[in-house]
């Protein structure tokens, strides 16, 4: 079998595909990756082989600069128009186009895409083939059908397809979730099948009592948002200097540990450091509240605090408050008083810290991501079958 997975946009939407790319590779069958040429090299460094959709990045390019400028307040409103612009008009056109030139190329048995990668549905539609979504939204409420139908229809009708009005476009196949099911809003525009498999996408994770210790605090804005969030760094750091814990700090790969200037001893600032390797020793996630790292500490058991700066971060800020799972803060006016006061708040909600460790005895009792790779075949077979 032959799996193209696609993906449109950052990091984070690959790194979704990945858990399922390396079993299906175990398996003894064929990958390939296709998504931005900017990310060719992160692609191949973890041994796929890379379909660029679009230019690479420059060899001369400068890194992207840190923006310091005054943040204005997060709305989730304008983020769901920003994503419709973004993926299903101009991100869908281009993967539609780009995808169903790689489908004709490299010819997959199968196509598995990530959730808001519009385009390659289409693609795999206009070809025949059979395509699997996973989600990669958590709370599932970014994507508003007023929004994107009629951009989706526009890039349909450029490829000969009818109009979708009841986008059954989006979950047309297989629907894979590395999300526990129960995090998923109830108020998500786009309802899953009934048969949608939630699987667990890293290692079982063993709950481990944590009494008696310094608490230990893990900070990131993630791997696209932390050179777009103003002063925000430096008000976190005011925060937690002031605090009993030790506070692992990673602020991405395009800003120096050095520039924020000496810190606390217990204070420690990386470019990066494995998500999995911090969350088993930690005991509270502070956060943006981007998917990913909202899984890590849905599936460590551990409370979060929430500083939502865009894309569904806003969306799933508003559903881990729902749930009782985080406590959130205005990334445009928190100050560095009220950040500390928060995570000391938090570390003391004895609540919040049992309802964590239920999401994660949920995430535990899920299948594996080996699981993936029977229903990826049995798709395969059922569209030859067809």
């Known amino acids: 079998m032959r799996v193209l997975f696609s993906y449109i946009g950052g990091l984070g939407h690959f790194y979704p595909l990945v858990p399922i790319a390396r079993a299906v590779v175990r398996a003894g069958h064929e990958v390939a990756v296709a998504g931005s040429g900017r990310l060719t090299t992160q692609v191949e460094a973890l041994g796929f082989q890379a379909l660029a959709t679009s230019p690479p990045r420059p060899a001369d390019e400068p890194p992207p600069m840190r923006d310091v400028a005054p943040l204005p307040p997060a709305d989730a409103r304008a983020a769901e128009l920003e994503f419709a612009q973004n993926f299903a008009d101009k991100g869908a056109r281009r993967h539609a186009t780009r995808i169903l030139e790689h489908c004709r190329d490299w010819q997959p048995d199968v196509v598995v895409r990530d959730e808001a990668d519009f385009g390659s549905a289409i693609a795999a539609e206009v070809c025949g083939l059979p395509v699997a979504q996973v989600l990669v939204l958590a709370a599932g409420t970014l994507i508003r059908p007023d929004l994107v139908t009629p951009r989706l229809d526009a890039v349909r009708a450029e490829h000969g397809l009818p109009p979708d009005p009841g986008l059954r476009m989006l979950t047309r ?128 058991g551990l409370p979060s605090v929430l500083l939502p700066l865009g894309a569904d971060q806003p969306h799933n800020a508003r559903r881990a408050v729902e749930l009782g799972l985080a406590r959130t803060l205005d990334a445009a006016t928190a100050t560095s008083e009220s950040i500390r006061e928060t995570i000391q708040t938090a570390l003391a909600d004895e609540e919040m810290a049992d309802r964590a460790r239920a999401m994660a005895d949920e995430c535990a009792g899920l299948p594996d991501v080996e699981a993936t790779v029977a229903l990826l075949e049995a798709l395969s077979l059922r569209d030859e079958a067809d």
Do not use: N, W
Not at 192 to 215: Q, S
């Open 173 to 300: 196949g297989l629907v894979l979730s590395p999300f526990p099911p129960s995090f998923r809003s109830p108020a998500s525009p786009v309802p899953l099948p009934a048969d949608v498999c939630a699987y667990r996408a890293g290692p079982h994770v063993e709950m481990t009592a944590r009494p008696g210790r310094r608490p230990r605090i893990y900070l990131t804005l993630g791997t696209v948002f932390s050179t777009e969030s103003g002063d925000l760094f430096e008000r976190l750091l005011a925060g937690v200097a002031g605090l009993d814990a030790d506070v692992l700090v990673t602020v991405g790969h395009h800003i120096a540990p050095t520039d924020f200037g000496p810190q606390p001893d217990h204070v420690r600032i990386e470019r990066f450091v494995p998500q999995d390797e911090v969350l088993g020793r930690a005991d509270l996630v502070v956060s943006h509240g981007g998917s990913g790292a909202l899984l890590g500490a849905l599936t460590h």
